[in-house]
């Protein structure tokens, strides 16, 4: 992976905690990577489920749909309303 170099400011707070928190023979800068790109991936899966969200509440608009029915279903599997 190509690096490029940047400055950070840390508060000083943070910048203790970070270091106390790295391994051994693991370097400050391989701790402010992994961090960064957990974050983007959390940002990331953030933004794809708040898509989905939207897209279901237009669909959601848009067919009239039904609310879900796992709860009568779990109803007729417990045998409330069955007609066997």
């Known amino acids: 992976m190509e690096r490029e170099a940047i400055t950070i400011r840390f508060p000083t707070v943070l910048l203790v905690k970070a270091r106390s928190l790295k391994e051994g023979s693991e370097s400050f800068n391989d701790l402010v990577v992994e961090a960064v ?3 983007v991936r959390r940002r990331r899966g953030w933004a794809a489920h708040q898509r989905i ?3 279901s509440e237009a669909i959601k608009v848009k067919t009239c749909t039904q609310s ?3 709860d009568l279903i779990h109803d007729l599997r ?3 309303g069955r007609r066997d």
């Open 37 to 39: 790109e957990q974050e």
């Open 53 to 55: 969200v939207a897209r």
């Open 78 to 80: 417990e045998g409330e």
């Open 68 to 70: 879900t029915s796992t």
